[in-house]
């Protein structure tokens, strides 16, 4: 599928923008005449084809901003208000102008003709593919309301996870943040002191001595070029890693490393399942859901494999076995995808595999947490004690020239 951006006369007669996906450019605009919209102005989305990273996101809302929209949209229209109106409403309910902009600009993608996944979709990647996706699916099954309650929840799980991950990560930055800024401290200031007396003594300067004090003058001599370098390194990385050939290598590697493939695995897993489970209870298809599982991982080797997923079970082939080909799914998770497929309860059964992963997930990281602490304040002592123990002993072996 290939997104056209497009500009159009909606049924009303005003101009409307939008972006729409489709095989081809005729189909684009097919699809637009159906919706009642003439187009006047149909185009590749250039920006979206090639890849272009953004560097600075600016407005991009927070996970804890979309779990709270969602939520509070699943409930307008619970009570029976329109999509429409109730994209209106949470337009003027936005804290910021980014906010008030992004839900008016769903709100006038939607009544320009759109659905409500193609306008998330509009948004520049704001919103997340699984999230899409999800949508997208419940829109075909007329299931919406539940499925974006089940979305809320799932967002709402995975604000638990971050907040308890970024609380557990504290005290590990404060410690590496010290780190350098002690040894900044004794390169620029006690080190410098202590060479004359090595010079006047005629005595060889340890090694850690000779790079501290390498290390003083060249922040001393070219301290702003050092820093314009550290800076282009960062901003070069920022916006490699926007590119879509990093992110996929970066996921290749992310699955391989010994603790953090664990959780990706896992975490993996509890969204295939989940959302799989979600959009099954609210009512769609086997084949429905199982396409829109694609978007849901950002690991094209993934995607490939629930495509063939996807088309083993439309064989003939039982979803329990078909699942064998999902590396992050483990054999146990897939006998009891299978035992809910034989009692015709599938959906429970997904939803209880992706709690067990989202709770393995949790008690993962907090054993990860308890051992990083001691472990990082153990090393840490281990470098910097090393560096003044030598330049201790280094002074130690200079009075002892000198007394003799």
Known sequence: ???????????????????????????????????????????????????????????????????????????????????????????????????????????????????????????????QADEIGLVKASEQTGSLVPVLEDLAALLERRIQIRSKLTSALVYPAFLLTLAPISLIIIATVLVPNLAPLFEGAGAAMPFALQAMIWFSNEFRERGILWLALLAIILVGSIWLSGKQSVKEAWNKLAVRLPFWGVIKRKTEAARICRTLGSLIRSGAPLQTALQAIVDVTHMKSTQESLKQVQTNVSAGRKLGDALNLVSSIDPSSLQMIAIGEETNKLDAMLLYVADGEEKAVASYIDRLMTLLTPLLTILLGLFVGGIVMSIMRAILSVNELVSK
């Open 1 to 127: 599928m290939t997104r056209f951006r497009y500009e159009a006369f909606s049924a009303s007669g005003e101009t409307a923008r939008g972006i729409i996906e489709a095989e081809s450019l005729p189909s684009a605009l097919e699809l637009l005449n159906q919706r009642g919209i003439r187009p006047f102005l149909a185009e590749p989305d250039r920006d979206r084809a090639t890849g272009k990273p953004q560097l600075f996101a600016l407005g991009k809302p927070s996970l804890a901003w979309r779990a709270k929209i969602v939520r509070q949209l699943a409930t307008l229209l619970a009570a029976g208000i329109t999509l429409d109106r109730s994209l209106l409403l949470l337009s003027k309910q936005g804290k910021s102008r980014s906010e008030q902009k992004i839900m008016a600009d769903i709100g006038k993608a939607v009544n320009s003709g759109q659905s409500l996944s193609a306008a998330l979709a509009g948004q520049n990647d704001l919103f």
